[in-house]
């Protein structure tokens, strides 16, 4: 599974960087993180992943120089397989913000999601799925 909060995490994410690009959806809102905790929700709480095989890992050394000498970490993540999917709801309390929503999800494309994203990973695309 992957948790609701993950969700909108890379929603804030993605709003608070595109919130840099001119013309964007993200520009205008203010105080962003707190609109997308009070005005955009997620559900399911437990997001299924939809795998077509096995669930991997991906881990790599974490370094730091510290007054008491040189640490060593590892990070370790579980990683899907390609092919791997989800779905999920989304609601917004205002229509403003479901074009933003689409802006972010368009911007998960090239960005993905989770926490190895800036290595490329969690790539995506999606599709709206009416209701049922």
Same mark, same amino acid.
């Given at each position: 599974?992957?948790?609701?909060?993950?969700?909108?995490? /890379?929603? $804030?994410?993605?709003?608070?960087?595109?919130? $840099?690009?001119?013309?964007?959806?993200? @520009?205008?809102?203010?105080?962003?993180?707190?609109?997308? *905790?009070?005005?955009? /929700?997620?559900?399911? !709480?437990?997001?299924?992943?939809?795998?077509?095989? *096995?669930?991997?890992?991906?881990? !790599?050394?974490?370094?730091?120089?510290?007054?008491?000498?040189?640490?060593?970490?590892?990070?370790?993540?579980?990683? =899907?397989? =390609?092919?791997? #999917?989800?779905? /999920?709801?989304?609601?917004?309390?205002? *229509?403003?913000?479901?074009?933003?929503? #689409?802006? &972010?999800? *368009? #911007?998960? @494309? %090239? !960005?993905?999601? +989770?926490?190895?994203?800036?290595?490329? $990973? +969690?790539? /995506?695309? &999606? %599709? @709206?799925?009416?209701?049922?």
């Amino acid at each position: 599974i992957i948790w609701d909060y993950q969700i909108k995490g /890379f929603f $804030k994410d993605a709003c608070g960087v595109l919130r $840099k690009v001119k013309g964007t959806k993200s @520009e205008k809102i203010k105080a962003y993180k707190k609109e997308i *905790d009070g005005l955009v /929700f997620v559900s399911p !709480r437990k997001i299924l992943l939809h795998t077509p095989g *096995d669930l991997g890992t991906c881990q !790599r050394p974490l370094r730091a120089s510290t007054a008491q000498g040189e640490r060593i970490a590892l990070a370790n993540s579980e990683t =899907a397989p =390609a092919g791997t #999917y989800i779905e /999920f709801d989304v609601k917004c309390y205002t *229509d403003t913000m479901y074009d933003a929503v #689409y802006e &972010w999800l *368009d #911007y998960g @494309e %090239d !960005r993905g999601i +989770g926490q190895w994203r800036n290595s490329g $990973k +969690g790539r /995506f695309s &999606w %599709d @709206e799925r009416p209701d049922s």
